[in-house]
C-alpha cells in the first residue's frame, strides 16, 4: 500500500493538467500557473501545445511524450524527477490519460513513489453527459470504439445489456457505421451527439438513433455520443428478433465466428433446422 500526500512531500511530482478542449477561456488560472512553475512540459503534440503556452505567454520548455514514444520518454520523465525537476503533462485537449497518451508515465512514476497530481479543467465526457438531457448517473465512459467493424460490434454486443448511461467518442467519417451498428445491436435507443464542444460551432443532435442516421454522414468535428442505458435484461428479450435471419447470422460472423458455426448457432436459437438457415443466407 501506498499513500500519496500531494502537498507534504520534499520530492519532484508530475502534474496532470487539463487544457481547453475548444475554447482557450476554459484554461484555469491554477493550470497556467503549473505550467509557468514547472521546469519541463510533456506535451501530446509539441507544436499544439505551443501555440497554447504562447498565448499564454508561458515559456517553460517543452518535450513530446506521446503513444509512439511513450516507453523512451517515461524513462526520460523519470529521471528529471530523480533529478527534482518538476514535470507537467498535457494532451492535446482535455485531460491526458483520457483516450490519450498518460497512463504509462503516471503507473511509472507513482510506482517510484513520486506525487502525481492532477489539474482538473475541461472533458469533453462529462460536458455532453450533463447537457444530453440522458440519465447523467450511473455511467459507463468506453472512449473509441474498435475501428474494425466485427471487433465493434463484438464491443457493443458485450454492453447490450447494460443498464448504465454509455459515453463513446467517434470520429465524423466513423459515425455512420458506428450508429447504424447501434441500432442493429442496442435497438432503437434515445440518444445524444455533441460535436464541437465549446467551440465557435458547438451542436447538440438529441433523438432516437433512427432518427440521426440519415443526418450522420453530415457531422463534422469532435463528436461525443451519449446512449441511453438498456432497459431490458438477457432473460426478457429476444435480441434478434427484429433482424431477418440473414441478418442474424451475418452477426455472429461478425463476431469471428464460422459461417457454419454461425448457422448453427442460429438455427438453435430460432428453434429451426439447420439447412433452412443455410437456405435463408446463401441461397434467398
Sequence with gaps: MKIQKSFKQDKASLYLVATPIGNLSDMSPRAIEVLKSVDIIAAEDTRHTKKLCHYFEIETALTSYHEHNKDSKGNYILQLLMQGKEVALVSDAGLPCISDPGYEIVSQVSDEGYAVIPIPGANAALSAL???????QPFIFYGFLNRDKKKKKKELTDLRYQGF?????ESPHRISDTLNAMLEIFGDRRIAIARELTKQYEEFIRGQVSEIIPIASDLRGELVIIVEGSKDSPEEVIWWEHLEMEQHVEHYVAQGLTTNESI?????????????????????
Design 165 to 169: 448511461t454509455l459515453i463513446f467518442y
Design 130 to 136: 450533463i447537457a444530453s438531457g440522458i440519465v447523467p
Design 264 to 284: 448453427k448457432k442460429v438455427a438453435k436459437e430460432r428453434g429451426v433446422a439447420k439447412n433452412e438457415v443455410y437456405r435463408a443466407y446463401h441461397i434467398d
